[in-house]
């Protein structure tokens, strides 16, 4: 079949505006949920509702194809019909003290146990101070030590008693008790204890020796009704401690009475408290005490043992939590336990502890990018250690890797109840799943979301809808029927399918937000055709920069590009530059020498190192074409070289593969080549053409060329057969065509590539394995043939020289 020229219609495909019913957007339902996203959309829901470890989901796609926005509609909708979580609070462990207690409550209740507790430890510095300032207290307190000062008097009296018996009289001192004799009642001052016999001294020493035994065994007695005085006044103490703050904990009990954590740890503070009475009992000092201030904040410190840290308060959440984590650091995903300067030691308690994303997230939801913590220290290996154990272990980064050996506070961990939803490209993903043994294991779902979606009534409708969504949500101007169409048609540029319409919400979305201040500045109320044209061209002006630049240096001959005529072995290829931001068409000029050799086809850019991989590969597929079509009748020898002239910055991609084709066979056969064309397309060894991407960028690319320089009516872009459904050409390229002035054609093969850019017959090959005459390939054949001839007659020649220097 040969070459097609393409009618207007196939260039592109517009939306009627009398075919949407409604005057401007204010009319169409806001649309709530996902548009042309099925797939991902029954995955992300099923993995929303299984409730099973590892069953979390990893939403993979382009950027812009509104990942992030669906997951968090979607997780808050879905959350508000699940219960609420508990809150958590941690608390002095009394057994234990490094090792603080996480405890749960009923969300709500978290903050209410916090308030009851600071009411009580109100109560305690009111009610213990004023229980011991009683005289009941003091009466009893005051029987204790008169019965202790009774009994000492007694085991004295005994002492003394003893000592005396013996001649001795005591005197007390720091050390314990001194014997010294006595003479006729008086006691011997050391001149006359010197002066007695030795005798008597050892009498007296042994005496001394009988009472210090004595005494030792009256102090063992009075130690003991000592002790005895201490328990009994510490007996006393807790008792009366007790009558004043018994009822308090008795009421915090029974409100807690279905928390059997809670009312150990309860028992475990009243019992504490008992034993530190003196923490609440106001002694004023009688005289200034320069050291009491460092005694007060002794005091305080104390008192925080009894104070609680509410860790998570779920108190103001409808449904289960949802929580998108920007920063997924380290600390931000699993929290920390902060550190303060005191007096220069740096200290910590329990109640520095900070939460983290997945403390807040527990029960409920966690949105992650991937990208962001798989860049962040630790982050993603925290995450999986987490997921697999299901419990949520506050610990110090620093200590992973040895650079932290100071004493530090170790929570008790926390329950872990969570779907992760992590967001990220194809390529994240592959990577995980292919080199990350635990990712497969933790993350089951995948959400792959397309680009793309079919172009039909319903999806156009559904587009409006998403319009009337995003003019409700961000206070935008209403759409009108036409303002609408030229959205639909901008989408299915996007998607560079006619029957397709794009998936790319974020540019629909700046579109609208462009849209609408060009409406601002217009002054109308309403965002027609007009204005979303407008938006659209100015984007593309913003980033057009160096294709004008290119367009310009053709106009003035510094980029050198033929646009009409003939030439052997020249041919116009269209390859298309991405700056990011913006892409489009540049035309290139491709040039091919072919001549006598056996080193097949020279790319010269492979020579020089700027010929990508895909590039390469396409240029040795034309060896294969030309050894299929023209070597079964004769050997090839054959070299040749290519080129895409003024070509610095590299190339790649096999898009022009059809374009050096045909352009070294018009050199072999020395046929020239139309000018006023341009070509993509690839090929395969079989000679056909392939489609190829960027085609409606570089259609006008090549058609600003041709304007600059001046359109004739009879140049035009030669696209292959399967590229017709990708065409959505602006509408000014649409209208030259519509005048005659600009012209798009069809290929499937390269015969039929030669015979439009040669105007001469490809040329079928016959029974005998040869062209019929004066067509294309007869003459590439014949050159071909040529050039065996004359390396078999070089050759023959060489040999016969041989010969004769044999002789």
Sequence with gaps: MAWEKLNVEELRINCNPEEISFKTTAEVPPLEGMIGQERAVRATEFGLRIKRPGYNIFMTGLTGTGKSSYAQSIIEKMSAEEPVPDDWIYVYNFDHPGEPLALNLTAGMGYTFCMKIQELLEDLKQNIPKAFEGEDYERQKSVYIKEFQEARGIHFEELNKA?????????????????????????????????????VKDKLEKKSTEVQLKAMEIMRRVQKVEKELKEKLRELDQRIGLVAIGHLFNELTEDYKDYPTLIKYLNAFRDDVLSNLADFRSEEEEQPNPMMWLRRQSQEQAEMRYTVNLLVDNRDIKGAPMVYETNPSYYNLLGRVEYENRFGMVVTDFSMIKAGALHRANGGYLILQARDVLTALQSWDVL???????????????????????????????????????????????????????????????????????????NINKMAGFISYHCKKQGLRQFNPSAVSEIVEYSTR????????????????????????WAELDGVKVVGRKQVQKALDEMVYRSSKYEQKVVEAIKDNVILLDLKGTKVGQVNALSVLDQGDYSFGRPSRITAVAYLGRKGIINIERESDLSGKIHNKGVLILGGYIGMRYGSEVP??????????????????????AAELICILSSLAEVPLRQDLALTGSVNQKGEIQPVGGINSKIEGFYLACKAVGLNGKQGVVIPEQNRNNLMLKKEVVEMVKKGRFHIYAIKTVDEGLELLSNLEAGMIGKDGTFKEETFNHKVFQKLKKFNELLKSENNDRFGADLRKVD
């Design 163 to 199: 000592a005396q018996e013996q001649g001795f009289t005591l005197k007390r001192t720091t050390s314990g008790f001194v014997t010294i004799p006595l003479h006729e009642g008086e006691q011997i001052s050391e001149e006359e204890y010197a002066k007695l016999d030795q005798e």
């Design 636 to 657: 090839i020898n054959l070299t040749a070289s290519i080129t895409f002239e003024q070509s610095y910055g590299g190339v790649d991609g096999d898009s022009a593969s």
């Design 494 to 517: 996007l998607a560079e399918k006619q029957n397709k319409l794009s998936t790319r919400f974020n540019e629909i979305v700046d579109l609208l937000f462009e849209a609408d201040t």
């Design 384 to 458: 999986k250690r987490v997921l697999r154990t299901r419990e949520i272990r506050i610990e110090n980064i620093g200590e992973h890797f040895g650079l932290v050996a100071m004493a530090t506070l170790r929570p008790q961990p926390i329950p872990l109840n969570i779907k992760v939803v992590m967001i990220g490209n194809p390529y994240l993903y592959q990577v995980l799943y292919h080199y990350d043994e635990d990712f497969r294991k933790l993350f089951k779902i995948k959400a792959d979301f397309d680009i793309e979606m079919e172009r039909h009534s319903d």
